[in-house]
């Protein structure tokens, strides 16, 4: 199986290029952006070797579902979708902040209330929770993107009084957040899945706020499966995930968490091809949808010519 593990294209108008952990993003003119989401796989904040085949095409394929079911709530970047792999949309001004909304006391969250704090991001959390339990309703816990490091936590009066965002627009992101999650809270129900959390994007053109990047997918969502959940949760058992979390868990049994003085393992091709299905597998179960795969004989020339094709159309 062929994948996408890097572009080198040159579009008409093209100025500037980005290079992400997964993602080659082409700035065209002042207008818009060429997202090629590849098959890079990361862990760790690392890039792995091995590109993953369609594991792409199984983002921008989610993203891309969510991003119509939610178009009704709020206007998103997206303009076109020439290929499976690539989304065009519109450039926005990015906010400066993340919008992180969780319906459960996983993650990051559970790990500050085992630490013994009752507030997380100036959200007040009631005595009395186990981890992975429902929270009284979701719950909105921003970051910004820090300077040097890791985004770091931050408060809804903070964010304001900083004026990292003005009040009004934070109000407005907030309730774009919350109808969002419920949408897509509500979809994956159908599947037999909960949304645990997941973050947002938002960014502005014209004066107008737009939902922004991708949404919903294993790589910026946590999914439980909802048969079992109770059970799992009563034993204080862990819940059985929908996410790349398998991916991770291979690292650490094979001695890579990361760290400077670890060697990331030999990714053999059995083991790249146990992903791509598990990747097929997690999209079949979050959209409902059979997967098709794509011709992937010459991938980087079928990407580059729906590209320019699309670019044309909207020239």
């Known amino acids: 199986m062929n994948a996408i593990k890097e572009t080198h294209y040159k579009f008409p108008g093209q100025s500037n290029f980005y290079k992400g952990k997964v993602r080659d993003v082409y700035t065209i003119g002042d207008q818009l952006l060429v997202m090629v989401v590849t098959d890079r796989i990361s862990a760790f904040d690392v890039v792995l070797p091995e590109p993953v085949p369609f594991k792409g095409q199984v983002l921008n394929q989610i993203a891309a579902k969510f991003l119509q079911a939610t178009i009704d709530i709020v206007p998103n970047w997206v303009v076109d979708i020439p290929d499976p792999n690539v989304t065009i949309g519109r450039i926005c001004e990015p906010f400066k902040v993340e919008m992180v909304i969780r319906g459960y006391l996983a993650g990051h969250a559970w790990r500050e209330y085992q630490a013994g704090r009752r507030s997380v991001c100036g959200v007040a959390l009631p005595d009395g929770l186990r981890e992975n339990d429902r929270l009284p309703e979701p719950i909105i816990t921003p970051t910004t993107k820090a300077s040097v490091g890791h985004d770091e936590d931050i408060s809804r ?20 957040t919350r109808a969002v999650f419920k949408r897509g809270t509500e979809m994956v129900a159908e599947r037999g899945l909960i949304l645990v959390d997941t973050k947002y994007e938002f960014g502005k053109a014209d004066g107008k706020i737009y939902l922004i990047d991708e949404i919903h997918t294993p790589d910026s969502s946590r ?7 109770e059970e799992l949760l009563s034993k204080n058992e862990p819940q059985r995930q929908l996410s790349k979390e398998f991916v991770r868990k ?8 990361g760290k400077e003085d670890q060697a990331i393992p030999v990714m053999s091709a059995e083991f790249v091809k146990s992903v791509s299905d598990r990747y097929i597998e997690l999209y079949e179960h979050i959209t409902g949808d059979r997967f098709i795969r ?4 010459d ?14 159309r909207l020239s």
Do not use: H, M, P
Request: without cysteine.
């Open 157 to 176: 009066e903070e964010i304001i009084k900083r004026g990292i965002v003005s009040e009004e627009d934070y109000l407005q992101l907030e309730n774009y």
């Open 223 to 229: 999914y439980f499966y909802k048969d079992g959940y």
């Open 250 to 257: 291979w690292l650490i049994d094979n001695g890579f968490q």
């Open 294 to 297: 794509q011709d992937d004989s």
């Open 299 to 312: 991938l980087t020339s079928r990407v580059e010519r729906n590209i320019k094709e699309a670019l044309r």
